[in-house]
């Protein structure tokens, strides 16, 4: 069957009323997290886990997408009403966003950051509908070797991509790798780095990895400010819509920006932040009036809030069709899969179309339900700013004990949750990126069979490791993740004596 038929069938599961009200649930909730500061998707999808377990496979993956993208609609809210984003991906959106706040013009700029996401989210979906399905046929040419140096190359490009911070990127990464192999080696029946510990001899679980570092260390974050004022939000708001002439302004940036946000997401490791940030500078660049952005110009608030939201869709290309994934969003997502059962890869289009198909045809409903939640809705929703944290975190930590128990079922999984939650503070404290260590922690294992089944068939020639146009490809692009940290700085310190001189 071709993609039109099969998202036809995905169409009839995801329109079930269950699957319904769960990609609504994840929209309410997913909007929620991402306007409040510091949260963000990654941490939602990771406290929201342990509850989707009993919901199935398309039920608890519709959810989860529906919070990933949920967020993105959300994130804006807090960015262009107390100049704070929700996470990363909204930075971009304090540009413009707050400055229109001031001016009066808060209603425009919630509703162009709404109808930006909403045409963001569908065009990359409709995207995802063509690709999906080539990418998946191209991934069946795959192998041992393949597999292993697209993981490396997944992997260089997530550390490479940790903006500023690319030497603590490729550090997070290695300590993940190194997480990824305590316990008992599958092939060899050795016993690695339990230290004699009972409860480590089957390996430490990723999903309580993925709790710790992101919800349990942001709450750990958060103690210093949890204390403290919040800023006076605006609550009352007249009509949330835009004029005509705002719309001509903005239509031609959301349209531009929304392929290339979509295609940085495909991209491991990019993200939703350089997919926003980009997408500002290049309506900055394209502008006739340049001048007029960070000065309330609603150009500036539709092209990122675009772009970050048809990164998000674009991220789970790589996850779903290769089984690697494309931020750190999709690495939580994808551990979940693992736990459902369910194998990311070119196998899961094959084996699992319906389910591949459902959520993929969940985004287009889940994108509908959340242009109406966060246009007539956004004046109830904004309200949620005001909750303190003295009362939000408490309840965060909560959550994060709850489905660490509903995972693991014992009390080791506690210190496993109190020791990695500190780890990642310190690690956040330091500003060594997450999103490596995340990654490598999920991927590590396959990573490592796929290069023993590699060096097995070859009888120790390390030459299947270029022995295909494949290989070489992604030996080529291992060796440009590396390589481009150093080029780039190079060119940076060129440039600033070139400038200095003049």
Not at 49 to 56: I, M, N, Y
Not at 80 to 106: E, H, R, V, W
Not at 197 to 203: S, V, Y
Request: with cysteine.
């Amino acid at each position: 069957m071709n993609s039109f038929q099969l998202l036809l069938q995905g169409f009839g599961v995801a329109s079930q009323p269950m699957n319904i009200l769960f990609v609504t649930i994840g929209g309410v909730l997913g909007t929620i997290v991402g306007m409040l500061p510091g949260l963000g998707p990654a941490t939602g999808v990771a406290i929201l886990l342990p509850l989707t377990f009993s919901l199935g496979p398309v039920g608890a993956l519709i959810m989860m997408c529906g919070v990933y993208y949920g967020a993105m609609y959300g994130g804006s809210r807090s960015s262009i009403l107390i100049n704070t984003p929700g996470d990363g991906a909204a930075i971009a959106a304090t540009f413009d966003g707050y400055p229109m706040s001031l001016q009066g013009k808060a209603e425009s700029a919630l509703a162009m950051s709404a109808i930006a996401s909403f045409i963001g989210g569908s065009l990359a979906t409709i995207f995802i509908a063509l690709l999906a399905l080539p990418v998946a046929r191209f991934a069946l040419k795959f192998g041992s070797a393949e597999y292993f140096l697209l993981y490396v190359f997944a992997l260089s490009a997530t550390a490479s991509m940790s903006d500023g911070k690319k030497l603590k990127g490729f550090i997070s990464m290695i300590i993940g790798l190194m997480i990824s192999t305590v316990g008992i080696d599958p092939q060899s029946g050795v016993n690695r780095f339990s230290f004699g510990i009972l409860e480590l001899q089957g390996g430490i679980d990723f999903l309580i990895v993925i709790i710790a570092v992101f919800a349990f260390g942001e709450v750990l974050k958060s103690f210093k400010s949890i204390t403290d004022g919040k800023k006076k939000i605006q609550t009352k708001f007249g009509k949330i819509w835009i004029t005509k002439e705002e719309w001509k302004l903005s239509i031609w940036p959301i349209l531009r920006s929304t392929p290339l946000g979509f295609f940085i997401g495909v991209l491991p490791g990019a993200g939703a932040t350089i997919a926003s940030l980009m997408a500002y500078s290049n309506e900055k660049r394209f502008s006739k009036h340049p001048e007029k952005f960070g000065h309330g110009a609603i150009e500036g608030v539709a092209a990122p809030e675009s772009a970050n939201n048809a990164a998000s869709v674009g991220a789970l290309i790589p996850m779903l069709a290769l089984g690697v994934p494309g931020s750190g969003t999709t690495a939580v997502m994808m551990g979940a899969m693992l736990m459902l059962g369910l194998q990311p890869g070119p196998a899961l289009f094959q084996q699992q179309s319906n389910i591949v198909w459902a959520i993929i045809a969940s985004m287009f409903i889940g994108n509908v339900i959340l242009a109406v939640i966060n246009i007539p809705l956004a004046g109830v929703l904004v309200r949620i700013l005001a909750v303190p944290p003295r009362v939000l975190y408490p309840i965060v930590l909560g959550l994060t004990f709850v489905g660490t128990y509903a995972i693991a079922s014992s009390v080791a999984s506690f210190y496993m949750l109190l020791v990695f939650g500190i780890f990642g503070y310190f690690m956040a404290k330091a500003s060594f990126p997450m999103s490596p260590f995340v990654l490598a922690v999920i991927v590590g294992t396959n990573m490592e069979q796929y290069f023993r089944r590699a060096y097995k068939i070859s009888n120790g020639d390390f030459r299947i490791f270029a022995s295909s146009p494949i290989t070489i490809i992604l030996l080529v692009l291992i060796a440009g993740s590396f390589l481009l940290p150093v080029i780039q700085s190079t060119y940076k310190k060129w440039k600033n004596q070139r400038v200095a001189k003049a």
